[in-house]
């Protein structure tokens, strides 16, 4: 089965597998510019950090190609590209992968892109060996045999520029023969799990249950999941850890069950700058988002909606937070830098 690609470099434009679209249809979303970057950052047309860090990259060569196309200035350039890097702001990668790329544009722009399909491979390679730390961790703390596992949102490759983080560790347990069931949640209001984890697991020949957001807590308290796994869109230096909204409800459910709750993302989203998750911004998006559905109002016409799309869980209820680094258990070690280094504190 060929791997899903998110996010590539094809000719002379960024495409983007368009995620709004899925399951029902598989097209590509084709940018030639900084608008359409942005618009499709900004619409989840991709979505998932690490992807999101690709685009930043890809997204300073549109930038540089457009400013070719149309003479921009040196700081009509930067203006642009800026533009980029803050089209999401709790998702640190997007930025980080601007930041990669962006010293190397006095070299050129073929050096700029030379330098972000370095980025896809090393994040590709990077999520298949946190995959193998996670799945290690999860084996060695449980001691099953056949786990049973409950993730929220979507943290495959489509969040990813290959394999996938958290998915990425349940992918691996499943090809150990280590993997009974994985409950789907389906991640309200514009539902990645049911649509979009949902589509990567039926792919891939994995059991799985999809249920709606508020099964959750009970389906962990009732002991029917071993473990719960999410993604990160940034981890402070502290470990708490930013995340798609609801998942800090996933993590206090399994406190009080008594099971690991483990935070998977690659070493860029660890964001040694930011002390802790009380410094992360949470982005709001349109109310809409939770008052219609497909268009549909479900909502009285005069309801207000509140959408935060991000929550914060607080380190100490993470057991483990895995990179392709190492394994840090956040109530052992108060700095998690170790996730970006290497080396085990």
Not at 28 to 57: I, N, S
Not at 292 to 313: E, K, S, Y
């Amino acid at each position: 089965m060929a791997e899903i690609q998110a996010v590539r470099w094809d000719q002379e434009a960024l495409v983007l597998l368009d995620q709004t679209k899925l399951p029902s249809q598989e097209i590509d979303f084709v940018a030639h510019t900084v608008d359409e970057v942005v618009d499709a950052v900004d619409r989840l047309v991709v979505r998932g950090a690490p992807a999101l860090g690709a685009v930043g990259a890809f997204g300073v060569v549109v930038a540089m190609d457009q400013g070719a196309r149309e003479s921009w200035t040196a700081d009509q350039l930067s203006q642009q590209i800026l533009r980029v890097r803050n089209a999401r702001p709790t998702a640190v990668n997007l930025a980080w992968g601007v930041d990669r790329v962006q010293p190397f544009a006095a070299q050129g722009r073929d050096e700029v892109l030379t330098q972000a399909h370095q980025i896809v491979v090393e994040d590709t390679a990077a999520n298949r060996k946190l995959s193998e730390l996670g799945a290690d961790w999860i084996l060695q703390r449980t001691g099953a045999s056949k786990l049973r596992v409950l993730t929220h949102c979507n943290t495959g490759a489509l969040a990813t520029t290959g394999w996938g983080t958290a998915l990425g560790v349940i992918r691996e347990l499943h090809e150990r023969g280590a993997l009974d069931v994985v409950y789907v949640d389906e991640t309200r209001p514009l539902l990645q799990g049911a649509r979009l984890t949902a589509w990567e697991l039926e792919r891939e020949g994995i059991d799985y249950r999809v249920q709606a957001d508020g099964a959750a807590s009970s389906t962990i308290l009732r002991g029917l999941v071993d473990f719960a796994i999410i993604g990160a869109d940034r981890i402070a230096r502290n470990g708490d850890s930013a995340n798609k909204i609801g998942s800090v409800g996933v993590a206090l459910a399994c406190q009080a069950a008594g099971i690991p709750f483990m935070v998977a993302a690659p070493s860029s989203t660890v964001d040694l700058d930011t002390a802790s998750g009380e410094e992360i911004e949470i982005e709001l998006r349109d109310g809409a988002e939770v008052t219609q559905l497909a268009g549909v109002n479900i909502a009285p016409m005069g309801a207000q909606g509140f959408n935060p799309a991000f929550d914060v869980t607080p380190a100490k209820y993470i057991s483990a937070i895995v990179t392709e680094k190492c394994v840090v258990e956040p109530k052992d070690s108060p700095d998690v830098s170790a996730l970006v280094n290497g080396v085990n504190k």
